[in-house]
């Protein structure tokens, strides 16, 4: 008998953790979105380290390269320091969400961003222009990522409705808030 697999969903291995997990393969733009202003300060002083470090190196021994061959190399450590930076803050954030470190601001941003889509009507995790095979695909390859991500940069692109949780609670505090709207006004 033969089955058709386009739609098989492979269920995300759950890490046991001390927090809730919010998604096991957030969107890039849900993992930018929530990071915390901390996130960007530690990220910003991540980000310095490299052109610092460098400006402090030329100061104490001298490369002596002449007239232009700083800047390009600080331009290089910059540039450098700047991605560091970058994957400082994605992996804060991404930890948040896999409930590795504390997230309740997570959860109740998560909450309430999932509430007023299902009040919307839309759906949860966005439309989106692939087929439900390759949303699959693409779930089953970053789900997780930024546990590798120091060795393979992969972050999740794709809007699919695989994220290792149970969307049920959403549906259900939505109705909870709309039955309470419903009897404020009677």
């Not at 269920?11 to 733009?29: C, E, F, G, N």
């Not at 470090?53 to 700047?82: D, N, Y």
């Not at 470190?101 to 007023?116: A, G, K, L, S, Y």
């Not at 699959?136 to 990522?145: I, M």
């Amino acid at each position: 008998m033969a089955t058709d697999h386009s739609t098989a969903i492979v269920p995300p291995k759950r890490a046991v953790t001390d927090y809730p997990l919010i998604d096991s393969d957030p969107h890039l733009r849900r993992v930018f979105g929530y990071a915390r202003p901390s996130d960007y300060a530690v990220a910003g002083g991540a980000a310095s380290i490299s052109p610092i470090a460098f400006w402090v190196m030329e100061r104490v021994s001298p490369s002596h390269v002449g007239r232009g061959g700083f800047s390009p190399v600080m331009r290089l450590a910059t540039a450098v320091g700047l991605l560091g930076g970058l994957h400082v803050l994605y992996q804060r954030s991404c930890q948040r969400f896999y409930g590795f470190t504390e997230n309740t601001r997570e959860v109740e941003m998560d909450m309430r961003e999932m509430v007023n889509k299902v009040k919307k009507g839309e759906p949860l995790y966005g439309t989106s222009q692939v087929s439900s095979y390759l949303q699959g695909v693409a779930a089953r390859n970053s789900r997780y990522s930024e546990l590798f991500i120091h060795v393979l940069p992969w972050v999740n692109v794709v809007n699919h409705d695989q994220h290792g949780v149970d969307t049920a609670k959403y549906y259900q505090q939505a109705e909870r808030e709309l039955e309470a709207e419903r009897l404020s006004k009677a």
